[in-house]
């Protein structure tokens, strides 16, 4: 039970339930970082690996849990980012634009990382500017040289091959600046009771109990630590349903 089916969220204002960042963390022109300003995982790699990283982050001293996801004029023009819609159909101000009650509390906006450090507590303006130096660097040459962001065909799923940059998951972070601020997540547990071959639950000596079955979220995960793609939980919650009724039948 020491784990969950991560995810890295956002908080709206006046919004009840967290949303999940599956895709904006994997588009180019972002980055993940610190509470001093450095970044520390791969955005693009699995959801559960992403907040598995924050709480890494945070056993190792520095307060990652919530971090921020910056980015630049480029991305906050192309993509979404939660409730924002791409700049060319939602600008930052005027009519149909971002409301402005989700301003410096949902997303920070600034025209220099120094001013933007400000406004989001980011002790260290030195790192904050350091990685995205590093991060532009990356998406002229397309190999993040830190953390490998595009550099598996899962990054790349939700990458953007069109912005004419090597790396479809890397793209420069120019001004003006803007941040959300991201906590850790989850979709549901990600432990339970040990199962047999049949899914027939087992005791602490490893014996099964008779008459006794476990399938999906409510057993130990048969992915261990790991996210193998879409459908982890659901496949083998099917697959191991249909062992234990053969079983339960006798067959």
């Not at 432990?191 to 409510?218: F, H, Q, S, T």
Request: aromatic content about 10%; overall charge negative.
């Amino acid at each position: 039970m020491d784990d969950a089916w991560w995810g890295p969220t956002v908080v709206v204002p006046g919004e009840a339930q967290a949303r999940m960042m599956i895709v904006e963390k994997s588009l180019p022109g972002c980055a993940f970082v610190d509470m001093n300003g450095k970044r520390y995982t791969d955005e693009a790699a699995p959801y559960i690996t992403v907040v598995q990283d924050m709480y890494k982050r945070e056993r190792e001293g520095t307060q990652a849990v919530p971090s921020w996801m910056i980015f630049g004029k480029d991305y906050r023009e192309k993509y979404p980012c939660g409730p924002v819609f791409p700049g060319e159909m939602m600008k930052d101000t005027g009519f149909m634009g971002v409301p402005p009650e989700l301003w410096d509390s949902y997303i920070f906006k600034a025209e220099t990382v120094e001013e933007l450090a400000q406004k989001i507590g980011i002790s260290n303006v030195a790192n904050l500017k350091q990685t995205i130096v590093n991060m532009n660097e990356y998406a002229k040459t397309g190999k993040d040289l830190e953390y490998d962001k595009g550099g598996n065909e899962y990054d790349r799923f939700y990458g953007d091959d069109q912005t004419g940059f090597p790396n479809p998951c890397l793209m420069p972070i120019e001004a003006p600046y803007y941040a959300v601020k991201v906590h850790a997540g989850e979709l549901g547990t990600k432990g339970g009771l040990n199962a047999d071959e049949k899914a027939r639950v087992l005791d602490k000596e490893g014996k099964v109990i008779p008459g006794l079955y476990v399938i999906g979220n409510n057993s130990a995960a048969l992915m261990g630590p790991t996210y193998a793609g879409a459908g982890s939980t659901i496949g083998p919650a099917m697959t191991f349903g249909y062992i234990a009724a053969d079983d339960v039948m006798g067959k």
